[in-house]
C-alpha cells in the first residue's frame, strides 16, 4: 500500500469512499509491538495470518464450508490505519495549533508531523467527505479510539446485534524449545460481527507483557478460522535501555484472547467482548 503512487492510491481511496457500505468491558490493552508476533509489521493491525482460502470443518455430519474472511484492501482498514498513525496528532493539532480553516491546511500539518504522504491523502479524502467543522468535531468526539473514529466518519459498518463464541483455541506445539508456536483459533457468529479487534496477550515467566490487537472487519454469519505464529525467541535487536526484553526463559506461558466489536476495552457505544479465551504453552 505503502508503494503506491499518491494520485493512484487517493482515486482508489475515492472510489471505496462512494462504495463504503453504511451501514463488561476489561481494562483499555495497550499495544505492544516489536517481533514477538509473525509476521513483522509492514503497516499497523496487520500482523494477522489469516486464512485467504475456504476450509470444509466437519462435525460428525456433512461437511460445513468456511466462508472467506474479508481482510483485504478496504476503506474501513484504511481509515483505522490512518488513526493509528494520526489521530493524536490530529487532536493534538487542534487543540495547540488553533483555528485551522481548511482541510488541506490541517492534513498537510498532520502529514509533515508524521511524516507520511499517505497519510496527507486519507486525512483530506475523509475530511474533504464530512467538511471541516464535523471531521474537527469528530477527532475531539472520536476520544483516541481509532474504531469508533471511523464508524463516526461512516467509513465503518456498525453491527450492534453481532456476536462471536470461540470454539477453539490452542497453542502448537503445547511445548517445545524456544521458537516458532502457532496459534489457531476458531470462532462461529450468528449474526455477523461489527467492525472489531481481535486480542492476543501472552502472560510471561518474567511477566513482561507480550501483546497486540487486530482489526477484524465487520463479516457476515459464519466460522471463522485464523493462525497467527508467535515468534517465541529473544529479540538481538532490543535495546533494554529503552525498555525490558522478553527472553522467553523456560515455563509455562498462559495465551488469552477475546474478540470484540469496536475496540476491546473501549467504553465508546458500538464497543463489546464478544468471548474470550485462554490456552498455555511451555518452554523447556
Known amino acids: 500500500m505503502i508503494g503506491f503512487a499518491k494520485i493512484t492510491f487517493g482515486c482508489l481511496l475515492i472510489v471505496q469512499l462512494i ?27 496487520e500482523l494477522l495470518d489469516i486464512k485467504s482460502d475456504v476450509y470444509p470443518l466437519t462435525f460428525g455430519g456433512p461437511k460445513n464450508m468456511i466462508p472467506k474472511m474479508r481482510y483485504g484492501l478496504s476503506f474501513c482498514k484504511t481509515c483505522i490505519n490512518f488513526a493509528d498513525q494520526a489521530l493524536d496528532t490530529l487532536l493534538n493539532a487542534i487543540l495547540n495549533v488553533g483555528v485551522i480553516g481548511e482541510c488541506s491546511q490541517l492534513c498537510n500539518y498532520v502529514a509533515q508531523k508524521v511524516g507520511s504522504e499517505i497519510v496527507d491523502v486519507v486525512c483530506n479524502l475523509l ?53 516458532t508456536f502457532t496459534i ?3 470462532y462461529e457468529s450468528n449474526n455477523g460481527t461489527g467492525t472489531g479487534e481481535l486480542y492476543i496477550g501472552v502472560k510471561t515467566v518474567d511477566r513482561i507483557p507480550v501483546e497486540d490487537s487486530f482489526l477484524l472487519e465487520a463479516s457476515k454469519p459464519g466460522i471463522y478460522q485464523t493462525q497467527i505464529r508467535l515468534n517465541a525467541v529473544p529479540d538481538q535487536e532490543c535495546d533494554p535501555s529503552q525498555g525490558p526484553c522478553e527472553q522467553w526463559q523456560p515455563g509455562v506461558y498462559f495465551v488469552e484472547t ?10 465508546h457505544p458500538h464497543s463489546e467482548i464478544y468471548d474470550q479465551a485462554q490456552a498455555n504453552f511451555t518452554i523447556v
Open 258 to 267: 477475546a474478540i470484540c466489536n469496536g475496540e476491546c476495552g473501549s467504553l
Open 184 to 186: 489457531n483459533l476458531t
Open 19 to 45: 462504495s463504503a457500505e453504511k451501514h463488561h468491558v476489561p481494562n483499555p490493552f495497550s499495544r505492544v509491538s516489536g517481533k514477538s508476533f509473525l509476521p513483522d509489521k509492514s503497516m499497523n493491525r
Open 127 to 179: 475530511c474533504d467527505f464530512v467538511g471541516i467543522k464535523e471531521f474537527i468535531t469528530i477527532i475531539e468526539k472520536a476520544d483516541l479510539d481509532p474504531i469508533w473514529y471511523c464508524e463516526l466518519l461512516k467509513a465503518c459498518p456498525i453491527n450492534d446485534y453481532g456476536d462471536a463464541r470461540i470454539t477453539e483455541f490452542e497453542v502448537v506445539p503445547s511445548k517445545g524449545p524456544q521458537g
